[in-house]
């Protein structure tokens, strides 16, 4: 979840500066929404929104490695 105080400095950033707190920032946000879509597969659900889950999280991940990938190389 991004609070106000991470919004500010995103706000008040710019150039490589605010790159770097954007990637850091979704990076963390996706890392949230891999917890609590795992968290939701943990129940019985319908067929569909297992499937979305799992979706969800691939998904996330992939983001996750790229975001990590860029904050290396540059």
Request: cysteine-free.
């Given at each position: 979840?991004?609070?106000?105080?991470?919004?500010?400095?995103?706000?008040?950033?710019?150039?490589?500066?605010?790159?770097?707190?954007?990637?850091s920032?979704?990076?963390?946000?996706?890392?949230?929404v891999?917890?609590?879509?795992?968290?939701?597969?943990?129940?019985?659900?319908?067929?569909?929104?297992?499937?979305?889950?799992?979706?969800?999280?691939?998904?996330?991940?992939?983001?996750?490695?790229?975001?990590?990938?860029?904050?290396?190389?540059?």
């Amino acid at each position: 979840m991004v609070h106000d105080e991470d919004m500010q400095m995103l706000e008040e950033a710019s150039g490589p500066e605010f790159e770097v707190l954007f990637m850091s920032m979704m990076s963390i946000h996706h890392a949230q929404v891999i917890e609590r879509a795992t968290a939701v597969r943990r129940d019985r659900l319908h067929a569909k929104v297992r499937q979305l889950t799992r979706d969800i999280v691939r998904a996330q991940e992939r983001e996750i490695g790229q975001l990590r990938e860029w904050l290396v190389a540059w």
